[in-house]
């Protein structure tokens, strides 16, 4: 679909279309090892596979997991289903961590990331086929603009307001 590109550096934007099933405070174990806000977002099979980058900055980090299949609204899909991880920086030096997750339908992730490479915000990172999950890390004390239930928008609904580096 063609989306409006929207850029602001305080925002942390949905990386895809769907609806929202986790925002929790969680402990970021794979890269960054501190405590995150973590906002997780479904797709269903009706809805858009392409992802979106929710910030813009620099791949700092990438890395693609094979994994099981579990239904990706399963709060172990975020750590035992196939997946990929991308870490963005940004230019005021803060870190956002997201991850594409397959679900029980999704077999195939497409991730267009490159450590080291610039990633403009809203720009496409690649896309997942069928019913799948996106979770963003943004750091814990940003404040969180969506809740559970609500739907986004890939590249459209600001998630997360980011705090001031």
Known sequence: PRRVRIHDADLAFSPCDGRVVVTEVVKE????????????????????HMNWVPVGGTVEYFKYHPGRFLVAWHPKSSTENERTTTVVKMASGQKVLF???????????????????????????????????????????????????????????????????
């Open 29 to 48: 174990n794979e890269y960054l090892n501190e405590e995150m806000l973590q906002i997780s977002i479904f797709m269903s099979v009706t809805n858009v």
């Open 99 to 165: 991850r594409q997750i397959a679900g029980l339908i999704a077999r195939r992730i497409i991730s267009y990331m490159k450590v080291g490479a610039p990633v403009e915000q809203n720009s496409v990172c690649g896309f997942i086929k069928f019913g799948s999950r996106v979770d963003v890390l943004v750091p814990k004390n940003s404040e969180l603009l969506v809740e559970i239930g609500d739907p986004v928008v890939g590249s459209q609904t600001p998630i997360a307001r980011l705090p001031k580096a």
